[in-house]
């Protein structure tokens, strides 16, 4: 907060937002405003008596507006600084167009469309948001995740995605692209960051709603106070009434209610997840249940072939050959592994040369891929679709070496023809580590993890045991993914959602929060309101953890800014009442010395309270891996009785201090 660069800033931004027409957002910090000028009013212009004091009134009335809004500022700030950084990762490119006569022509990046399809060599930045179509390649993408690993993005997979502004470091791509020009995901990036305190969620709306009507409240006794005083000939000044009023309106979670959103956002940027809106980053705090997808969430996604079980009767050259046809023109990373595992364990037994073939690839629906060869048909895929397409059952050893395989973690795939079971395939699942403790401190939060797979319900039940989910869903499809989210919303849930391919999209759509990996396709970014920059699916603790955060940091804040008026009440009222009402005195229960004296130092406690409480509203108060209600009974003690007993403190401690400089 103390940062050159943003402290200065911040100063100059607290100064121009003291025009009314930007404060009346606010309408607390606005009534605040107000009585800031009236009390200047009456201390330039009416009182010839107690200058000093009702100038001094005024002036902390005035510092009390702007620290409330240099909380803003310095949050806003923060972001600014984010979105600078990001601005200089914004390079002018030249992209080549593939023409459809199949010449290259170039242009610049900013005159791309969505559609147009760049081709990219090695060393060439990316010029747009896209999916790579054709090709393999290595990419460097710290400039948008801030990781230095490159990654491997490839066609026809679920790692297809690119972003604008990374780096090709090997091969040759051709991209389709797929955003308009100014609206890359580094531009909306940029745009969210710095367009985040405007977006206001509903439970900010609600608390400023709340805030504005007890404000009313206090405004109308203010105001009855004065009409009572005439009538019984009681003289209040205008300057202690309204010191009055500005210490009982909530001032501290008014003053500090943008910037705790505002922080939010910023925090879970610095965590490598852009969120879609406020809205989302609160939503992540309610999350009742967490729904993961298996590959490339829960498992690195690229499963590798390591092992062949060749059915009785099949020759290890039929078995080989068939494998090989089935994915030769397999462009996923299935298809690739196998080709690889072949070349690497049966050389000798590989065709020499191909036929014509046509290529069948793997849908959602039919849940296999293959080649028809003439009127050969070979298929592999998922051994209940396989089933039914070789219409009778699978041999007892296949079906015995697929469980062995399911039970030890791994994804069988049978390999077939129309009319005989070949082989069973054996894809190891690598599962990110770290998943087994983040899962484990969910469960203590009240958050039930469950993960969804459409592999068989052996292998998702032995994936599920082993990274420690509370439950699985196996043999899921798209349309089953949406549905279990809608049914668990409909029992009035509060569901995350994270996935990275184009079936999980539906279902992020519907998702309270729904959070894509950086790493998977466009339609699953498009579809969720978070994107993980590091496709890490730990970052969902930390998402729900921030979310939290910021509704506790709220909640604790407004209980503080509650309590602490019970304090200034005990210090404005006797010193106002009591020179009228001497019996009212009984009520000055922290004993200080003048009237004056404890309206001032009420008013000097008002205003200090906002900037020692701008860093915790910034950086959030602590969170434990706790159910919310004993955060919330743990709070409720610390800063509801702490927002009682701090007040009378500070507030006595400067009265002492006033009357050892000579009063007022």
Request: hydrophobic fraction near 45%; include cysteine.
């Amino acid at each position: 907060m103390i940062d050159k660069k943003l402290f200065l800033p911040a100063l100059g931004k607290s100064f121009r937002k003291l025009d009314p027409f930007l404060l009346i957002k606010n309408p607390v910090m606005f009534l605040t405003e107000i009585g800031a000028l009236i009390t200047l009013y009456e201390s330039l212009f009416i009182t010839k008596e107690n200058f000093y004091f009702f100038i001094q009134v005024s002036g902390w009335m005035w510092l009390t507006v702007l620290f409330a809004n240099f909380a803003e500022s310095i949050a806003e700030a923060r972001n600014k600084a984010q979105a600078d950084s990001l601005k200089q990762n914004r390079k002018e490119i030249e992209a080549h167009i593939q023409q459809t006569d199949g010449s290259i022509k170039t242009i610049h990046g900013r005159e791309l469309k969505k559609g147009d399809v760049v081709v990219v060599s090695a060393g060439e930045i990316i010029p747009g948001d896209g999916e790579i179509i054709e090709g393999i390649a290595s990419i460097d993408e710290s400039t948008v995740t801030g990781e230095s690993a490159p990654v491997i993005r490839a066609a026809g997979t679920d790692r297809s995605s690119v972003t604008a502004g990374t780096k090709l470091l090997s091969d040759h791509v051709s991209i389709r692209i797929s955003s308009e020009t100014g609206k890359s995901f580094l531009d909306r990036m940029i745009d969210l960051i710095e367009k985040a305190k405007r977006k206001k969620s509903l439970n900010e709306i609600a608390l400023t709603i709340l805030l504005s009507g007890l404000t009313f409240i206090f405004l109308v006794v203010v105001v009855a106070m004065e009409i009572f005083g005439r009538y019984f000939s009681v003289d209040f000044s205008v300057t202690m009434l309204v010191a009055l009023l500005i210490c009982l309106i909530p001032t501290t979670i008014a003053s500090l209610l943008s910037s705790i959103g505002i922080a939010g956002i910023n925090r879970l940027m610095k965590k490598h997840v852009i969120s879609m809106s406020g809205q989302a980053v609160e939503l992540a705090g309610d999350i009742d249940i967490v729904l993961i997808d298996k590959t490339g969430t829960v498992t690195m996604g690229n499963r590798k072939a390591s092992e062949l079980t060749i059915a009785p009767g099949v020759s290890i050259e039929e078995c080989v050959r068939a494998a090989y046809l089935s994915s030769i023109e397999d462009l996923t990373d299935e298809g690739r592994s196998i080709i690889d595992f072949l070349k690497e364990k049966y050389p000798e037994q590989i065709p020499k040369k191909a036929p014509k073939i046509v290529n069948i690839p793997f849908t959602a629906k039919t849940r296999m891929s293959g080649s028809d060869i003439g009127e050969e048909k070979i298929r592999k895929g998922a051994l209940d679709a396989m089933g039914k397409f070789l219409h009778y059952p699978i041999p007892y050893e296949l079906a015995e070496a697929a469980k062995n395989y399911a039970l030890a973690g791994g994804t069988p795939i049978l390999l077939s023809t129309e009319t005989k079971a070949l082989a069973v395939i054996f894809f190891k699942d690598v599962i990110k580590k770290g998943l087994k403790e983040i899962f484990h401190r969910m469960r203590s939060m009240g958050i039930r993890t469950i993960m969804m797979t459409g592999d068989n319900p052996i292998t998702a039940a032995t994936i599920a045991k082993e990274v420690g989910v509370d439950d699985y869903i196996a043999e899921v499809s798209p349309e089953q993914k949406l549905e279990v989210v809608k049914k668990m919303q409909g029992e009035g849930k509060m569901v995350a959602m994270t996935g990275d391919g184009v079936n999980d999209a539906p279902a992020l759509a519907q998702a309270d929060v729904g959070v894509a990996m950086n790493s998977g396709t466009q339609a699953a970014k498009e579809a969720g309101n978070m994107i993980d920059l590091d496709s890490n699916p730990t970052k969902l603790f930390d998402i729900i953890e921030i979310g939290k955060q910021l509704l506790m940091t709220r909640g604790a804040l407004t209980t503080f800014s509650v309590a602490n008026d019970v304090a200034k009440y005990f210090a404005i009222i006797p010193a106002i009442m009591t020179p009228f009402f001497p019996p009212l005195n009984a009520l000055n229960l922290m004993q200080l010395q003048t009237p004056r004296s404890a309206v001032l130092s009420a008013v000097i406690f008002n205003a200090l309270v906002i900037p020692l409480l701008i860093p915790l509203a910034i950086r959030g108060v602590k969170m434990f891996a706790e159910k919310a209600l004993v955060i919330l009974q743990r709070n409720l003690l610390i800063y509801g009785l702490g927002g009682v007993i701090l007040p009378f403190v500070g507030i006595k401690l400067i009265d002492l201090l006033i009357n050892s400089l000579g009063g007022v």
